[in-house]
């Protein structure tokens, strides 16, 4: 009761009179947050286990060593702006609907909400269900709420919390859609200048990224420069829509136009001693490297390890790693080590001393695995090729325009390009098959046998008015 006049005081409390569908009740508890408050998470699994995930945005969200391609030429520097809001997840509107999936799974007395919004608002939801006739005379009350399921007794209710739960497992695509759609708004996140997993980086002088709640901006700019920065004109538009929108921010982590900042992640300094050393360097945060080095070189004197350990040793150095991805090569007995076909994470093994030297050098080499974005691009193009025998390498000097184009958009999978199946393959490695072009269109063009429907259905509904087929 406590709780749910808490949610009340921040207008977030729902009631319902009736439990949720198929009981599926929800439960919070809280986590450790700071000194003075915990953050709230909502247990929300019975729901999730109900419901089908959505292939949202969450997909495209940005990674951290996608910042490696930013580019900072001579004379110029790079500045980063970031928003940050406060609870979020907590600032978004939802429907009765979904909060009534967020009841709890107990039940009070009506009039021990008196005084609240939230029962004014069951007791006139009863009001049109008490005044409700036949459908022929009041149609379905479309845009109304409806009767709900499951049994009804209008003395007492279930308190619910009336926004996103941390915790519901679609909480992190409605949210970011959301924050997606408010920002456009205002002339933000362009297809231009937006980071995307999965798609090639930007290539002109702004950069822009969203991660759920926080957004990011940064701007190339010549060394020097005193006017407005693209970066920060961002910075304002997204504060302006906040502004008018009312969605709270923390301002304490607000930045704007920093030369040395961290994004998704992403340590970026491009500050002046950097500059002055011909450097703008992208890494993983100093403090996580020093700590991960100093963890495994700790690690190093033992003679054992858990699967555990070994686990989260191999994400972190890989993490730390991609960011100078030629270094990930330092890794390879380290993986052999994690949990892997189901082995416990709790099982200890012995710990090889090629692991240990895995984890020195790279210990050693945590100190530059970071990337210059201050160097040009190569005046030419690579490429490699697939033969089962031989291996290589081929260049070709091409326009600065077309260097960047395929820099940028290199580690990203291209479209599907059909090759020659393992058995035309293996025959023509041992001088057998052909290149001919009317061969290889016969074997494209044979029909590929399609999956039919399993059920077709034809049906009238005449006043059904539920929805219920």
Sequence with gaps: ?????????????????SPPPGNLFSRVFNNYKNEVSDRQIGDRRLANAAEFSIAGPSRRLPIGFMMT????????????????????????AVTREKAHLHCLPFRYDLHEFDGLVAKEELEEIQRLRRRRRRREDEGDLYGINRIPLGVIDEQKAYPAFQSLFQGDHLGVEFALSAHHSLLSGAGLLSSSSIVLSKHPFPS????????????FSVSCEKVGYNGPTLSGECFDAA????????VLGSSEKDIKNATHFKIVGAEVNASKRALSNR??????PVGRRLSLAALSLRIAR???????IASRLAGGWTFVLMYRRSLTCILSDLFGLGVVGGQSEKEILTLPRRVCNELVVAS??????????????????????ASLRKGAVVSSPQPPEIVKTLWLGGDKKGAYTQLDS?????????????????????ECDRPIPTKGLDFSFDFVEVCGGQGSV
């Design 1 to 17: 009761m406590k709780l749910a006049k808490l949610w009340s005081t921040k207008g977030l409390l729902a009631l319902f009179d």
């Design 69 to 92: 391609s930013l580019h900072c030429p001579p004379g110029y520097q790079l500045h980063g702006s970031i928003t940050d809001r406060k609870d979020f997840y907590h600032q978004a």
């Design 204 to 215: 002109g002088a702004l950069v822009e990224g969203l991660v759920i709640d926080d957004y």
């Design 239 to 246: 504060q302006a829509a906040y502004s008018k929108h009312k």
């Design 279 to 284: 450097v703008a360097l992208v890494g993983a």
């Design 302 to 308: 033992s003679h054992c390890i858990s699967r555990a």
């Design 364 to 385: 050693a080499l945590s100190f530059v695995a970071t990337s210059n974005v201050a160097a040009s691009y190569d005046k030419r193009v690579y490429a490699t090729d």
């Design 422 to 442: 393992g058995f035309r393959s293996a025959l023509k490695t041992h001088g057998f098959g052909s290149d001919d072009a009317e061969d290889l269109q016969e």
